[in-house]
């Protein structure tokens, strides 16, 4: 099994800053990609930022130039730093990483969210 562990978030001010990690563990024999999702209530999920093993990074247009998106391979650790925050930005963020298990067998799993509040 593989389990996705997310900490960080909380509450904060626009403008503000926070950061999430997320760590990636059990029966891995290779992480694919590593990245972040967020859902607002009554949006669906949507792609915030995610890097794969080439080190590609992909990000959501809302995102970019305020978001950074980084990877340990040693630790299979995924981080997101989010800057000039937005009351928009307002989710729970999920980690999600796609891992091969064997040499011939890979899934997509997910942490269990994290809420980030951002509000006067």
């Known amino acids: 099994q593989v389990q996705l562990v997310e900490s960080g978030g909380g509450l904060v001010q626009p403008g503000g800053s926070l950061s999430l990690s997320c760590v990636v563990s059990g029966t891995i024999f290779r992480v694919i990609s590593m990245g972040w999702y967020r859902q607002a209530p009554g949006k669906e999920r949507e792609l915030v930022a995610d890097?794969?093993?080439?080190?590609?990074?992909r990000y959501a247009d809302s995102v970019k130039g305020r978001f950074t998106i980084s990877r340990d391979n040693a630790k299979n650790t995924v981080y997101l730093q989010m800057n000039s925050l937005k009351p928009e930005d307002t989710a729970v963020y999920y980690c999600d990483s796609r891992v091969y298990t064997d040499y011939t067998h890979w899934d997509e799993y997910w942490g269990q969210g994290t809420q980030v509040t951002v509000s006067s």
């Open positions: 890097i794969n093993s080439g080190h590609a990074i």
